[in-house]
């Protein structure tokens, strides 16, 4: 909705008639809201005459929609009130917060059931694996998980690397090399396996040795099979 300003004819009416008649009244001769003459009043340092009547007519309508199970925010809507007033209303009664009740459930599973249909989706895993396609195919590695983007980037960018220094370089948290980069939703139980599987990456057995304290250990390095390049660099 487009915002609709204050004319100059506008605030001398309202200076005019806050003097004698309710924010209810002025409201209706001045084809505004309520709320919208509380607030102009206030920026025009008026001190308006509240009506006792409607804050106690609000009161009950919001106890009522309150008790039928409705949220802050749809009892405001059908009141024409901010949800923090509702809120501030509502903890003064003592009433405790419908937000996270079944109506509310409901209403949340119906927008969303909306929603899908416009997308065409039939649910929100569907919506989720369709974003994750549209971001590797995006990154250059079509087929492969979000994750798996993101490694075949950076093997891609940086050259040879371990499972740690990947995990590092990723952020993540370091649980070893039998548990780190493990995820049994992709192909083989891990995204190396996933990347290796989709020939992109190949892993080169005991390519490094580090040595430290007493005989020292080897290192497993991945890196791009030769003559693969993601596909956005082809075009």
């Known amino acids: 909705m487009k915002r609709r300003f204050w004319t100059a004819s506008e605030d001398a009416k309202l200076r005019e ?30 001190s308006i005459r509240r009506d006792k009547n409607l804050v106690q007519f609000r009161k009950s309508e919001i106890k009522r929609l309150i008790e039928e199970g409705l949220s802050d925010e749809l009892t405001a809507k059908q009141l024409g009130m901010t949800r923090k007033g509702v809120s501030r209303h509502r903890i003064r009664m003592g009433m405790p917060a419908n937000d996270r009740n079944e109506r509310y459930r409901q209403s949340v599973r119906e927008k969303t059931k909306e929603q899908l249909a416009k997308a065409g989706l039939n649910s929100l895993a569907e919506g989720r694996a369709r974003e994750f396609e549209k971001f590797s195919e995006n990154a250059g590695w079509p087929g492969v998980s979000v994750r798996g983007a993101q490694i075949a980037n950076l093997l891609y960018s940086r050259g040879p690397m371990s499972r740690r220094q990947i995990t590092e370089a990723l952020g993540m948290p370091w649980k070893g090399s039998r548990k780190s980069l493990n995820n049994p939703m992709v ?49």
């Open 187 to 235: 192909p083989g139980g891990s995204y190396m396996a996933e990347l290796q599987r989709a020939g992109i990456v190949v892993r080169l057995k005991r390519a490094v040795q580090v040595l430290g304290k007493g005989r020292g250990y080897t290192h497993d390095l991945y890196m791009i099979a030769i003559g693969v390049e993601p596909c956005q660099k082809q075009a």
């Open 17 to 46: 008639l806050f003097k004698t008649k309710p924010a209810r009244e002025i409201a209706i001769e001045l084809n505004r809201t309520i709320r919208s003459v509380y607030q102009h009043c206030d920026r025009l340092s008026l």
